[in-house]
């Protein structure tokens, strides 16, 4: 009798091990953000980002074990709002390590959303490999009455487990839709419906547990733009506001402070008010790369319209706007500063 319970047991361990053997092995790399953030009351918008260890979130999504098997990793602990080129290099990197490890299946990356669109735009042109990479946040602290973090997670999971998520390149998903990195924006200040994709439109939603896609994103993933293994930091490049009665001073000060680039949030398709022409002018001249980019959210900043950039050396954004501009100018600065092929990058978008 005893033998036999010992055998029952020993079949059930045995059947356990062999179910969670073919559950996907998802790794979530954890930053902070409101998703892990924490209030003194559920009904107020007062907390601070960042506050709840990655264990204490995966904890209160129970049903995740259901789908994967999970390990958290806390890399920073950070309202996205102090993300930076360090963090940003760190978390390429160790997804590369992930990339080619064989006990990964999928990444999640929890995330802030005030700066998720730039970070996963990072990663998409920085990270190898066809395993998804999927980023999430929340826009209600985990604390709060309705909080968007637990199914938004859950729904990343979902996401990253999916055979269809494979090569899509990095996702972003919130509020049960799926997003391409080159795409996604933040549309809202504080709905939990604050991401979409203006230009393109999301790739797809998740719903009952399931990630249906709809569209493919137009640059697929697996190959990277830029390699990060050997680059340490990144060079300096700015974003100047335009806006009627614009001062040159920012971009002057942009020269004086030897910045390599310098994005200008231009008015309409990427105009240049005449205060601040002439000082563009000037960056360009001692070498500055100066791409012009727009503050209106959807539509490209096309080549040579009212402007003429062959004249002036100056580089259209196509369909990024001034923020991933600064993204992409950075890591197009790593290899080269020649205006012609810069801009070839941007003409990808
Ligand atoms: N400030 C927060 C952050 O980006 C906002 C959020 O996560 O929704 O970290």
């Given at each position: 009798m005893k033998s036999l319970r010992i055998l029952m047991l020993a079949l059930f361990a045995l059947f356990a091990v062999t179910l969670s053997a073919?559950?996907?092995?998802?790794y979530v790399l954890a930053t902070g953000g409101t998703i892990a953030g924490s209030g003194t009351s559920s009904v107020s918008t007062n907390y601070t980002a960042g506050q709840v260890a990655i264990g204490t979130l995966l904890d209160a999504v129970p049903q995740i074990k259901d789908i994967a098997n999970v390990?958290?990793?806390?890399?920073?602990?950070i309202g996205s709002q102090d993300m930076d080129d360090a963090t940003w290099l760190l978390l390429a990197k160790r997804i590369n390590e992930l990339q080619a490890s064989d006990s990964v299946d999928a990444v999640v990356v929890t995330h802030g959303t005030d700066t998720m669109e730039e970070t996963a735009f990072f990663l998409n042109l920085t990270v190898g490999g066809t395993k998804p990479v999927v980023m999430v946040g929340a826009m209600r602290p985990s604390t709060a009455l309705s909080a968007d973090g637990p199914l938004n997670?859950?729904?990343a999971v979902v996401t990253a487990v999916s055979p269809a998520s494979v090569g899509k390149g990095v996702l972003v998903v919130m509020n049960g839709r799926i997003y391409g990195a080159d795409g996604v924006v933040k549309m809202h200040t504080t709905n939990v419906d604050a991401f979409g994709a203006p230009n393109s439109g999301a790739l797809g939603y998740v719903l009952n547990g399931k990630a249906v896609y709809e569209a493919s994103p137009k640059r697929p993933g697996g190959r990277p733009m830029f390699n990060v293994s050997g680059v340490d930091e990144l060079p300096k490049v700015g974003i100047a506001y335009g806006h009627a009665g614009v001062s040159p001073d920012v971009v002057e000060s942009m020269i004086k402070n030897r910045y390599r680039g310098i994005v200008y949030a231009g008015v309409g398709n990427g105009n240049i008010h005449k205060n601040l022409f002439a000082a563009l002018e000037e960056a360009r001249r001692k070498g500055i790369i100066v791409v012009r980019s727009s503050r209106i959210v959807s539509g490209p900043t096309s080549l040579e319209n009212e402007v003429d950039d062959e004249h002036y050396q100056f580089v259209a954004s196509q369909l990024l706007g001034p923020a991933k501009a600064r993204v992409l100018l950075m890591?197009?600065?790593?290899?080269t500063?020649?205006?012609r092929k810069i801009q070839s990058y941007f003409n990808l978008f």
């Open positions: 073919q559950k996907p092995n998802v390990v958290g990793e806390q890399v920073v602990r997670l859950y729904n890591l197009a600065l790593t290899q500063d020649d205006w």
